[in-house]
């Protein structure tokens, strides 16, 4: 039977978590709401999610392979590194995004009626991982068809790696989300920092090219770059470099990002709807 409980913002933890168990199927009508809403009125549809990988895999080919020259890890087609790099960026950017704008968006359900407001950032994960499936589907046919190139063994550990980027996103995701309610600005920044990062992460280039560089230190304190190359190392197989010392960093900041966000956002939450 049905539990008829009523918990309000600020209540402990154990009660915040059981409310939100409770209201578990709001969260399932969210989810596909949002997906809904992403293709609503599109004339392709669920096409963009192919369309915008295999635009980007084709610029970044062309500018970084043929006219930059780059190369990429020894035995690996350089369209297939890019476009891994870009399937692993595209649900960590896509989720990062939904989850930040998560509260803005649903301002008008905020302002209504109480109930755990996680549960917006956990459904605006839908859309990301839909696109993710996407563009995972045009990698396989790309790699296997076009290249030839089936998965490797490694790719036992690929749900790591969705789980850690995962973890990332909606780490980061939430305190952006709890903080663009009181300021706005938030909105604009968001945008400029998926434009920036998807060419400080290596997506388009190997971290091996950094890899005798005084600054590669730094490049493997970016959290995302083990996601990057932990994914193409999946797929692609020892042939494609990755530094495992990387996934230190993405652990520590992931959990203590997810910890302090989590926090933070039950702390601020019952005051949402004064700033909406």
């Not at 369209?79 to 930040?100: A, D, E, R």
């Not at 704008?101 to 009626?113: E, F, P, Y």
């Not at 010392?245 to 956002?265: D, K, P």
């Amino acid at each position: 039977m049905a539990r008829n409980i009523t918990i309000k913002a600020g209540g402990s933890a154990k009660e915040y978590w059981l409310d939100l168990w409770e209201h578990r199927q709001l969260l399932w009508i969210l989810s596909k709401r949002d997906i809904s809403v992403r293709y609503k009125q599109t004339l392709l549809g669920v096409a963009w999610s192919v369309i915008r990988p295999l635009a980007t895999m084709i610029v970044m080919t062309i500018a970084f392979s043929v006219v930059a020259r780059l190369r990429p890890d020894t035995g690996v087609p350089y369209p297939l590194m890019v476009l891994g790099g870009i399937t692993i960026w595209t649900f960590f950017s896509n989720t990062f995004v939904q989850i930040s704008n998560s509260i803005t968006l649903n301002s008008n359900l905020v302002a209504k009626v109480y109930f755990p407001r996680l549960i917006m950032p956990l459904s605006a994960v839908s859309v990301g991982l839909v696109d993710f499936l996407i563009a995972f589907v045009l990698y396989l046919l790309i790699s296997v068809i076009g290249y030839g190139y089936l998965p490797s063994s490694n790719i036992v550990f690929l749900p790591f790696f969705l789980i850690l980027t995962f973890i990332t996103a909606f780490g980061f995701g939430l305190f952006f989300a709890a903080v663009n309610v009181r300021f706005r600005d938030i909105g604009q920044l968001i945008p400029f920092l998926m434009q920036v990062g998807i060419y400080a992460c290596p997506i388009a280039y190997s971290s091996q090219m950094v890899a005798d560089t005084w600054f590669y230190k730094y490049h493997l304190l970016n959290p995302v770059v083990s996601l990057v190359d932990g994914f193409r190392w999946c797929l692609l197989g020892n042939n494609a470099y990755f530094d495992h010392r990387s996934l230190y960093s993405t652990i520590i900041v992931s959990a203590v990002a997810m910890i302090f966000s989590i926090s933070y956002f039950r702390k601020k939450e019952s005051s949402f709807v004064d700033h909406l």
